[in-house]
DNA sequence: GCCACTTAGTAAATAGATAAAACTAAGAGG
DNA sequence: CCTCTTAGTTTTATCTATTTACTAAGTGGC
């Protein structure tokens, strides 16, 4: 259960200020261009209070002052962007097949990249590899000038709350590992803030927060790789819900087939057993040594491989519909490594989603659902996406 | 899809005198008997702003002082509660069997109380009669003297996010009713702060909010009922989250059987088929004029009544693990008219759920699931509760 | 009983934030 | 060139929390 006591928030008038800060600053974030009367309309505050906190954030390098706008009859306004130049942010993903890193600025950006392919090691060393290709990364010349904010690391597995430990990670074989811990003993000069979260989790928040413009109110991030797992981001809140015990989103091991297969949890008819990219192997007799993609790719046209995937698509699609009956998101994301295997599991997931969705209701309104091609980088991306929001809403003095 | 443009909270020092207030009264709401002292350090404000804080909490009726505290070596604190005799709010669930109204107190403890049963009818006649039995319970002799915050009503089914529309009702045959509308309609003198939502999700939250001492991290409630709903509260947050359409929580939907039986909604294979009022009263063949635990009480021998119950509560044992997986709270509640079933029912869902949700971290923590017996008025206090809170932490003049 | 010590709470002065009002800047349009 | 409009800054005012000093009210040692 659990419990500790947590009051209400209460501030003082630095807490104030800042809150204001972190206001205009996300609002410029969202909508680049922006001028000082346009925030001063949207975020209630006065003219006087968003100039004096928009000169202050010119000075501390987060802004930087843009072209005049077209007047419409009076002094025009001067745009107000993002400083791309000043800050970025590390971000990494520890996945089953490999490391992915990347470098980004603060609209998400990606300024340097790596993807190092490996097997599973030990949490040790795979820490100690990570921080020598981070070492490495911020040693390239994208990043020269750049004032580093903090470093994410996106895991695959449940992470509890508060205490920053991964609870486990079957497709590593590893259990309640203090990661940050063991990456921070290879990088003891690296400051700033840090974290990790689940990688599900992670993608989800850098799909809304590094998102402009238009942002849905909330969103489901659908990570269907090795596992399966999710994140959800909602009202925009700059930090999302990881459960009790970091269980928050292990859709992969809700029941959709009572008495159904054993998943390697121990329970049956968990949602991995039908859909996951190591339920397909089981399926089809691929080694763990191979690609999934790569080996199937030449076996597309047998009817095993077909019937397996179309299978594999339906309880997709039945877990997309149980998300929105859970917690109905504006909009879902689909990303990970199983994606790339197309239509022959794709659609199936899209249609049933698309005809069973609106049964309940009655109506014509459809969630809008986007599927990542390419989500290599979307994990990494995303933990340095919670980094920085949890920079600009959180107790630094860098705002 | 959505996405209205909503920037992050800014505030002025208007604001920040009332989000101190709040703070101090859900402090003293929670830990009753705090003294000023220990407000200033939970809270961390100092001890003169917590007093002057105190005093006008006091002046205006929120807050009682009590007996002095036992010294420790200096002058002892003064205990403060909250006044139990100034403000009153009232709650109402339109249920599928009648209407359920409670008036209670800041503490959420029930001053009047009234349950009318009644078949469903339309909107317009129900919203009328509420307003009358309204109308009589504020004339109550309990109520005497009180000042009304507001009114609450829970209701069964999808209430839309922002523009407090009951989307649907199925067991009452409603379809996008703006039943707040057609209740101020008949209580044109009520004022105050005027809410509706689903009936779980209203019950959720009077359970996290009216409880006092060590408060769980999160909860989420399960009511089972004619059909089954669900409503989860987090992060100590003052309002829950209803989803893009309201169908957030909505778990008799989620699908538990691929190409299981038709459910009313159309679909295939959700909880609801499994278990649910209805779905129970068409596998044994219990018309809907009949009470559902009145006519299974002389039956409870029969075999077919207890496979009936064995396998909805296998059933129920599912949802609360899937719920385990996605949300994962930290506590389970499990309400509704189905929980008077008893054993047969609770037995095969409780032993489910105790035997399958530590698999995946292998742990032997459980998760505390309270079962509630007698529901009766949960879901109305539960309005009042949300009643209270959206006044405590709302834009009203009151605090 | 006296006195040192401790803790609770209040009062007055101070600091620091936003707001309000006045002002300057800069363009449109007649 | 003048008026009107909007953007942004400066100055002043207001408001809130903090700081500091103080009063209140106990404990415990002598």
Redesign the pocket.
Known sequence: MSTSFRPHRS????F??R???SAILELIRRSPGL??????THA????????????SLLKQGWLREGE?????????????HLDEQHFAILGAEVGVHGLRLVACTLSGQVLASHHERLSPSSPEMTAELLANLLQTLTQSPALEGYCLLGIGVALPGPVAPKDAVLRMAPNLGWKDVRFLDLLRHHLPQQDGAWLMDNEAKSAAFGEFYFRTGQVPDSLVYVSAGTGIGSGMIEGNQPLLSRGFQGLAGEIGHTVLQPGGLYCHCGNRGCAETLVSGWSIRAALGISEEEGLIEALQPRMHEESVQLTLRRAGEALGILLLNLHHTQNPSELVLGGSLVQLGAPLLDPALSYFAAHQNRLLGTTQQTPLRVIEDSTFVAARGAAAQVLASVIHGPSDLI
Chains 1, 2 share one sequence.
């Open positions: 501030g003082d008038l630095h104030l200020k809150l204001n800060r001028t000082r009367a346009d925030i001063a209630q505050l006065t003219k006087a209070t968003v100039g004096t906190g928009v000169q005049l706008q077209k007047s419409s009859g009076g002094r025009p306004g001067r745009a107000l």
